[in-house]
């Protein structure tokens, strides 16, 4: 844990192990399904092994998460952080301001699309969705997803299958419909987001996602700036 607040208040003893930097956002990726070290990873981006280690095992012996073999799993004091959690996303979703071009991040927003595919809607059999971001740098710009039966699988590196369908957009564009800000069919009739491919796949596309629980949260007015 990190230093102590010497409060008996019940806030404060619960800040001393979660609001060391990143272990929030830990604790939101394993409640996200994520379990192995490299899926809690995928999630934080921008953390180091090291540090992702570090905390992991901090959150082990606080009794929070419980290390089975290869995988992380939260013990009931970790589920029951649920409700925390999704209170701070409702929070930050209606009353934190615009976002920083340093706040988005491809490799971030396509895997938590990755795993809000919904196979009740997708293709049947093998569908690849290649993710073109025009304003990204080169190394990042392009993100093949791939669909089959019932699975999904992000790549950075292109994965050998022929392509079904083509998604190019702003990267701001398509955050802020994964944060609900944005609606599909707004950013396709304003031609921000494009969809290349067979007629079927392109109409099929919106639906083939579930946006979090947080993108449908009323915005509240906002009389500040960014955070």
Partial sequence: MGASYYQFCPVAKAMELLDERWTLLIVRELLSGSERFNEVRR?????????????????????????????YVLTPAGVELRPVVEALAVWGVRWIGELGERDLDPKLLLWDMCRHVDAGAAPEGRTVVLFGFPDVPPAARH???????????????????????????????LVEIWRGDLAWSDALRAGTVELHGPEHLRRGVPTWFTLPPFAAVPRAARTGGAV
């Fill in 143 to 173: 993100w093949w997803l791939v669909l089959d039966s019932g699975t999904a699988d992000l790549c950075d590196e292109d994965p050998g299958h022929e392509v079904s369908v083509t998604v190019a957009a702003p990267l701001r564009a």
């Fill in 43 to 71: 999630g934080v981006p921008r953390m180091s092994p090291t540090l992702l280690a570090k905390r992991l095992n901090q959150l082990v012996r606080a009794g929070v998460v419980e290390k089975r073999d290869d995988r």
